[in-house]
């Protein structure tokens, strides 16, 4: 049993293009997380939500929406993907916040060509 | 406000011998501090986490850190380096609780045969 799943775990696509991310846990975590690690593995969070509730919204293009229709699952939309979005894309859950760490998933790699 | 600094980018030693990784911190609360590792396209795992209790804090796979609270240093350390230890390792500062944890930049551990 996974218990941060990500899909999926390739997505190559054309700039312009929209495209989602999934991500679901079963450890019954109450806090989920968005990271992209840059080619030089820099690891920059994005979002976090707390049971459905965004907590952290850093810095990020709004191309980037985060939605999530329960505590266990934590989606990526990205409209008008650029070539400077090309990264990993991480989700990771805790249990109740950062201090208490993280489960990640095994990443997504996107591509845009 | 809260960072963390990793002292040396990339670390190669011999299969059989001692590992350290070097980590300092800062923060202005009681931190929790962690280290992770993330082997080539993978996800990341968490080793070993220090949230207040012993300052010698056993991880998995053969690794340990201290907390050195007079030094603001967490650093790594394995007596005897694995072929499969071969990966990036990050140590993480976080506030506990809600507060949005921080990365350092990675070490890459090498090991030669």
């Known amino acids: 049993d996974t218990a941060v799943s990500q899909t999926p775990k390739y997505l190559v696509t054309q700039m312009g293009n929209d495209k989602s991310i999934k991500c679901e846990q079963n450890?019954?975590?109450?806090?989920m997380y968005w990271y992209k690690q840059d080619s030089k593995k820099f690891l920059k969070i994005m979002f976090s939500?707390?049971?459905?509730?965004?907590?952290i919204n850093e810095t990020v293009p709004n191309r980037f929406s985060p939605k999530s229709p329960d505590k266990a699952h934590l989606n990526l939309h990205i409209n008008s993907l650029e070539l400077g979005d090309s990264a990993v894309y991480f989700c990771?859950?805790?249990?109740?916040?950062?201090?208490?760490?993280?489960?990640f998933g095994s990443g997504t790699r996107l591509t845009v060509v | 406000a809260q960072s963390v600094t990793q002292l040396d980018s990339h670390v190669s030693v011999s299969e059989g011998t001692p590992v350290l990784l070097r980590c300092n911190y800062s923060?202005?609360?009681?931190?929790?501090l962690f280290w992770y590792v993330q082997h080539p396209n993978k996800g990341l795992q968490l080793l070993l986490k220090y949230t207040s209790a012993a300052t010698l804090v056993k991880g998995i796979n053969g690794f340990e850190a201290e907390f050195k609270k007079s030094e603001t240093s967490f650093h790594l350390t394995k007596p005897s380096a694995h072929m499969s230890d071969a990966a990036e390792y990050f140590c993480?500062?976080?506030?506990?609780?809600?507060?949005?944890?921080?990365f350092g930049t990675g070490t890459k551990l090498q090991v030669i045969p």
């Open positions: 450890l019954g975590h109450d806090t």
């Open positions: 993480v500062v976080s506030g506990g609780g809600y507060q949005k944890v921080t």
């Open positions: 923060s202005s609360y009681s931190p929790s």
């Open positions: 939500y707390n049971n459905k509730e965004l907590i």
């Open positions: 990771a859950s805790s249990p109740l916040g950062g201090g208490y760490g993280y489960t």
